[in-house]
């Protein structure tokens, strides 16, 4: 499975962004995609996960400002983000896990809260 990841960038706090993460290759009808994100001298965390099957999961730090959807038919994931905050600042992934513990990553995207 290959993902590509896009739609990072700078932008002020209170802003918003629109991640999306395009999967390739060997796709399970069943599976799992969603975003980590990583921030310098952090470890890598959830940020939102959404199964094929449409179960949600979100960090609480980003609940009710963000959202995770996907478009099926596109294998494409995004993650609509909302009233962003510094704090909010990282490298954000893309992620694929398949049912037999699969997990893939994708090339990171870079997102900077900053006035």
């Known amino acids: 499975v290959q993902l590509q990841a896009s739609g990072g960038g700078l932008v002020q706090p209170g802003g918003s962004l629109r991640l999306s993460c395009v999967a390739s290759?060997?796709?399970?009808?069943?599976?799992?995609m969603g975003w980590y994100r990583q921030a310098p001298g952090k470890q890598r965390e959830l940020v939102a996960g959404?199964?094929?099957?449409?179960?949600?999961n979100y960090a609480d730090s980003v609940k009710g400002r963000f959202t995770i959807s996907r478009d099926n038919a596109k294998n494409t994931v995004y993650l609509q983000m909302n009233s962003l905050k510094p704090e909010d600042t990282a490298v954000y992934y893309c992620?694929?896990?398949?049912?037999?513990?699969?997990?893939?990553w994708g090339q990171g995207t870079l997102v900077t809260v900053s006035s």
């Open positions: 992620n694929f896990r398949n049912p037999w513990g699969g997990t893939w």
């Open positions: 959404l199964s094929s099957g449409g179960i949600t």
């Open positions: 290759g060997s796709i399970s009808s069943s599976n799992v």
